[in-house]
T-cell receptor
Framework: EAGVAQSPRYKIIEKRQSVAFWCNPI?????LYWYQQILGQGPKLLIQ????????DSQLPKDRFSAERLKGVDSTLKIQPAKLEDSAVYLC????????????FGPGTRLTVL | AQSVTQLDSQVPVFEEAPVELRCNYS??????LFWYVQYPNQGLQLLLK??????LVKSINGFEAEFNKSQTSFHLRKPSVHISDTAEYFC???????????FGRGTSLIVHP
């Protein structure tokens, strides 16, 4: 079974530029999550999708971050414009609707904002 | 709101020695508890979880954790570690029936030969 795929694995941009991350969850997983992991901290949930609908985006800085999951499969997370404090690893995870406690994580995208 | 404290940022240990990674949480309601492991250059993997029932839970690779409600702890233990156990370990808690975990800062387990 293929795992959660994310791209790119690494990205370096300058502040005020925009960036987008892509995630392909495990086939059949209806629930998809985006987490932000700042160096030295645990992951923090940014947004949760159930199919193509948003379940929880209370922690998403909506002035600069946006996310979509148009067809209920792949998802993209965008930052525009980026700030220095956005430097982090962005993790995507997915889970089956019947096993929400078991999240499968992708390898993450490491973003460096200069 | 719940919070998770992992007091040790780094735990160095020799191969075949026992290890304990400490995790304490704060919550005023019932909780679910998790340990995740992150091997170098890989994503987080669920190692074990406590949802209900027996307070001692075990993983397939020899780790175990015990839910102690009175001490609000969920320490992770292994009686004999291997080089391959070198990784970052994250304790996480969710409360009130939620399945969205709050993660601790992580503990880096470094196993020396």
């Amino acid at each position: 079974e293929a795992g959660v795929a994310q791209s790119p694995r690494y990205k370096i941009i300058e502040k005020r530029q925009s960036v987008a991350f892509w995630c392909n969850p495990i086939s059949g997983h209806a629930t998809l999550y985006w987490y932000q992991q700042i160096l030295g901290q645990g992951p923090k949930l940014l947004i949760q999708f159930q199919n193509n609908g948003v379940v929880d985006d209370s922690q998403l800085p909506k002035d600069r971050f946006s996310a979509e999951r148009l067809k209920g499969v792949d998802s993209t997370l965008k930052i525009q414009p980026a700030k220095l404090e956005d430097s982090a690893v962005y993790l995507c995870a997915s889970s089956l609707g019947s096993r929400l406690f078991e999240q499968f994580f992708g390898p993450g995208t490491r973003l460096t904002v200069l | 709101a719940q919070s998770v404290t992992q007091l040790d940022s780094q735990v160095p240990v020799f191969e075949e020695a026992p290890v304990e990674l400490r995790c304490n949480y704060s919550s005023s309601v019932s909780v679910y508890l998790f340990w995740y492991v992150q091997y170098p250059n890989q994503g987080l993997q669920l190692l074990l979880k406590y949802l209900s029932g027996s307070t001692l839970v075990k993983s397939i690779n020899g780790f175990e954790a015990e839910f102690n409600k009175s001490q609000t702890s969920f320490h992770l233990r292994k009686p004999s570690v291997h080089i391959s156990d070198t990784a970052e370990y994250f304790c996480a808690v969710s409360e009130g029936g939620s399945y969205i975990p709050t993660f601790g800062r992580g503990t880096s387990l470094i196993v020396h030969p």
